[in-house]
């Protein structure tokens, strides 16, 4: 009984890996539970876009790059699902610690800051994987049908490089989001007032040669716009923007993110709400 | 086995403790929110294998000296050490080593309680912690609602799930912060036996509470803490004797002539009640108030408890 007491504190090496895995198993354990809400809902999300948008009105609008509007959109949509639901698996998994009060539980657990920023980003990321996936399924079914063919990966590894480099960023601001909010109204502000318009208005729906200039000259303000075009990049070969500027904003992003929310799990609230 | 038990409880309790640091130090720490001075310089040291009693009314600062033990707070200024680490410093050695039980009921979402157990195992570094679970869903008796989720436990269940999710990595000490708040009797109780237990085992305990009656029969020492400052500590024996009175009533067959002394506090034709200091014996009194022993037909004695010591305390500071 002894000896087993005095386990933990002289094992120091378990506190290394155990705890960073078993808060990332908790997190995908978490999602997988309400998978009707984590991964169906955006499913059927993305079918209505690619419905609506892809193919009632995409058959009346016309690109210059030559490319189907369908073929267009995909890659956005895929983005966009990615994006927004790693934004939310990071985001609402702190939030909801801090409705039932086992916020704490980061706290009083050995973690370090690095753990949880990286458990929590993974376990985003594994949805926004998930979501992903099964945004591209459905998509390149819609393709199918309305082409005769599916939609070919242009660029694989671009692909890849930007779908996990945008994951990771919107996964470490959902963590921001969740440790700095101190209510739900300022959550939903900042869903309402700061990611919706940047999601949509960041090329998902429409080409930025589209535009009217000043318009074009704000969106680029807009760092989705690059996650959005390095991915379509990837895809199809056709990007509005400069695919290098694309890849410094993106990576600039996803550091900047990273050391934003290690401070906001070191300067966060803790606070039950 | 028997002897194998006993010396490990004698390593463990008597030799082990000469060569550990406290379970905590504080010294001089400060804890300020704002202009509200939450902890103001308290130092004391909790010594191993003990239950300590930090008692104190609301607002007192007890939850802050916890949060601060804890790392849910940094201090203002001052140090508190875990086995003789600086919390500030060395977070994840010091949360190693300790189990704490918040006053505050919470909720898991969407996990039951077996899952949230395996998982507060996986934070304290444990990735198989099966045979510790089912011993304390056991001891606790939440066996039956290991696959319940935590809101769907009665209060008194949710305390005991708390206790569990505490110990499950078996720390060396255990923080417990109204742990019986809001909790029937015989519950107390139960919790009450199982902390004697975990303690005659090793753990050093430290405790706040409402409950002072129940204090005293558990805390080998308690510390007094009022307005944010340490008022009293000492062993729980001591202070109650040192800062009560005892009550000595005489009951009467036969009136008596009035009595003149400054122990006698009333006097009717069927009764004496008289205060004393907690040292002085009743011959002793007997001795000073002349008192007739053939008009007393019975002699009732009330001893100083630990809530009137420490409301003594209290109206002091």
Redesign the interface.
Known sequence: MFYQRHKVSLATPELRWTPFVTLLKKEIVRFLKVINQTVVTPLMNSSLYLLIFGVSLGRSIDLSSGVSYLAFLIPGLVTMSMLNNAFQNSSSSVLNSKFHGDIIDFKIAPFSTHQVVWALSLGALIRGFAVGAVTIGVSEVFHLVVKGSFLGIQHPLIFIYYLFVGTMTFASFGIIVGFWAKNFEQVNAIGGFILLPLIYLGGVFYSLENLHPFWRIVSQGNPLLYFINGIRYGVIGVSDVNIWTAFGVSVGSMIAMYLLSIRSVKTGSYIRW | MLTH?FF?KI??KYV?RLFMPSPILLNHLVKNYGKVQAVQDISFEMKEGEVLGLLGPNGAGKTSIISIL???EKPTSGEAKI?GIDVALE???T???LG?V?Q????????TVE??LR?????????DNKAQIDYLLNKLGIYIHKDKKIRELSGGMKRRFLIAKALV????LLLLDEPTAGVDIELRNSLWEFVRELNN???SILLTTHYLEEAEKLCDRVAIIHLGKLRQMGKTAELVKNMTQRQIVFQLHTPTSSLQSPYVKSQSDKQIICQIPAGMELGELMGKIHLDTKVISDIRIKEGTLEEAFLNVLSEA
């Open positions: 038990s490990n390593i463990g082990i804890t790392s849910l086995f977070e994840k050695q949360k190693a080593s704490f918040p505050e009921l919470v909720s898991h979402g969407f996990f899952e949230v998982f507060h195992s996986g934070y304290f570094g444990l990735a990595h078996r720390p060396k085992q090793g753990t």
